[in-house]
């Protein structure tokens, strides 16, 4: 006798969907999912946006018709949402452990104790800017003392924008991102220190300082070194590497090329049929660009570095529960940025140019 059918994963994989998809078509024009590209297919699958933080900050700053907005990322994302979200639209974020360790290595009060020190040693002429990847209260912290918040997309774009308002800036959390912006603009070791955030203590620096850089970093992108590059061109001859900002600056150096997800997806598109290409970002980005372009050889610059912890931590089941929340009208996972600290990141959110074109153009 046959055994009766049993739910397996998968089976209860497609259930899942097909009730995701039924909530999605129920809520219609009052609901927009975002979906970052580190997430998984499972749940990339749903999303009305994928993008970099850039891209999905326009988006959540002009659906004005959404009353709700699901993020599908970390937490700097789903507060970077609601800050610049209009009054009535309220976001959540699918599992409310998704944060970003890189995000956690500036904290603000050691953030504002730098920020005196160096004011004792300099003055006051010095701009923050604090890339994207950052808790609201120290995105606040930029819009009160005339700064501004960056991504990995105008990363340059907003440095330029602050040396030409100060005679220096102080760049955090990503010492990479940072390094490898100044060095893209041109500046030269001797204008760039770092400040240690475990010692409290400024490395270098003197008059020539023009950019001051934060000692954090992402172990997902520090797990990339050269020497898998060297390996990658040893045994694939003619291939190029694309790699994101927040690698090493000898990652980026060895590299072809550099960029946020953003690029790195045109980069990998605008290539040639045939072309092989290594890419330094996180897998599941990889893994997709791999599906969709067959024509190329696409391959992760190292396959053993892990994936990203917390955007794993957003699945189809939380997903599902999310918009079960949201059809309820109930507040589990809902993400509301106290709204003292808004104002100043709103303010600093908004200095990005894109950001504001975005509201100005009313972009969708
Ligand atoms: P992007 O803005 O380039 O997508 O990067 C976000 C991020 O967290 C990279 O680790
Ligand atoms: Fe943060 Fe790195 Fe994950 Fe990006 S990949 S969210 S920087 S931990």
């Known amino acids: 006798m ?41 749940v990339i699958r749903h999303a009305d946006f994928v993008g970099d933080s850039l891209k999905l900050s326009r988006v959540a700053a002009s659906r004005k018709k959404a009353e709700a907005i699901v993020f599908c990322g970390v937490r700097f994302m ?24 890189m995000a956690d290595m500036a904290r603000p009060e050691e953030v504002r104790h730098c920020w005196s020190e160096l004011a004792r040693l300099w003055g006051s002429d010095i701009i923050p800017i604090t ?7 120290l995105k606040d912290f930029c819009g009160r003392a005339g700064g501004a918040v960056c991504t990995s997309s105008n990363a340059e774009e907003v440095m330029t924008w602050a040396l030409d ?26 204008e760039i220190c770092t400040w240690n955030r475990e010692s409290g203590v400024l490395l270098g620096g003197g008059q020539a300082t023009k950019v001051i850089l934060w000692n954090g970093f992402c172990f997902v992108h520090n797990a990339f070194s050269p020497s898998d590059i060297e390996r990658l061109r040893r045994e694939i001859p003619g291939i190029k590497v694309v ?28 290539a040639t049929p045939g072309s092989a290409w290594a890419v330094g970002t996180e897998i599941h980005l990889v893994k997709r660009l791999a599906a969709l372009h067959p024509d190329k050889t696409i391959l992760s610059l190292n396959p053993i570095v892990p994936p990203c912890f917390d955007m794993g931590l957003i699945d189809p089941a939380n997903l599902l529960r999310t918009l079960e929340v949201v059809v309820e009208g109930g507040t589990e996972g809902l993400v509301q940025v106290e709204p003292e600290i ?16 975005a509201r100005e153009l009313g972009y969708h």
Do not use: W
């Open 243 to 270: 790699v994101h900002p927040e690698c090493t600056r000898e990652v980026v150096q060895a590299a072809d090329d550099y960029g946020s997800t953003e690029k790195i997806i045109e980069c990998i598109s605008n």
């Open 78 to 101: 789903a507060e970077t949402a609601d800050i610049l979200s209009g009054p009535d639209q309220r976001v959540f974020l699918p599992n409310s452990r998704a944060g970003c360790p």
């Open 342 to 357: 808004a104002v100043g990141a709103r303010r600093a959110l908004e200095r990005m140019p894109a950001v504001t074109a």
């Open 131 to 137: 890339y994207v990847n950052s808790s609201a209260e």
């Open 165 to 190: 308002r100060g005679k220096r800036v102080l760049f955090f959390p990503d010492r990479c991102l940072g390094l490898n912006t100044a060095h893209g603009l041109g500046l030269g070791a001797e």
């Open 2 to 42: 046959n055994a009766p059918a049993r739910a397996t994963g998968p089976v209860v994989m497609e259930e899942t969907a097909t009730r995701i998809e039924r909530l999605r078509t129920h809520l219609g024009e009052r609901l927009v999912i975002l979906g970052h590209h580190y997430q998984s297919d499972e």
